[in-house]
């Protein structure tokens, strides 16, 4: 039984799954839209808000904070001078899902993962 156990394991051992976060928060900062599987997006989906939360709070800290999560340190100031801005006066919700469909090879469910405006 999985009663109480949060969060997906995606078939992957611990630390390819959080490299795969990782990459996958920094492109969706990057480009503020991405394509990948269904599982993947809705995993993904808290870790990006809690970055972009942490992007508002703007204090050196959570920079550091933020560096740990997103790979690359263009992206942390995107984050911190584009991105939080944006979003200053929304309390949540900063991404939204959008299902696709089955990805033609494999039949796994899409979905595109991108940032609200």
Do not use: C
């Not at 503020?32 to 993947?40: D, M, Q, S, Y």
């Not at 870790?47 to 709070?57: C, D, F, P």
């Amino acid at each position: 039984m999985r009663h109480r156990v949060a969060g997906w394991k995606l078939s992957r051992p611990t630390g390819h799954r959080m490299a795969m976060y990782r990459n996958l928060v920094t492109d969706l900062l990057r480009k503020e839209r991405l394509v990948t599987t269904e599982a993947k997006a809705k995993a993904v989906r808290g870790l990006a808000e809690k970055v972009i939360t942490l992007g508002k709070r703007g204090d050196p800290q959570a920079r550091r904070q933020a560096s740990t999560v997103v790979n690359d340190e263009e992206v942390v100031g995107k984050l911190f001078d584009e991105l939080a801005p944006r979003y200053a006066t929304r309390r949540g919700g900063y991404t939204r899902i959008i299902k696709l469909g089955a990805r033609p090879g494999d039949g796994a469910p899409m979905a595109q993962l991108e940032l609200v405006k």
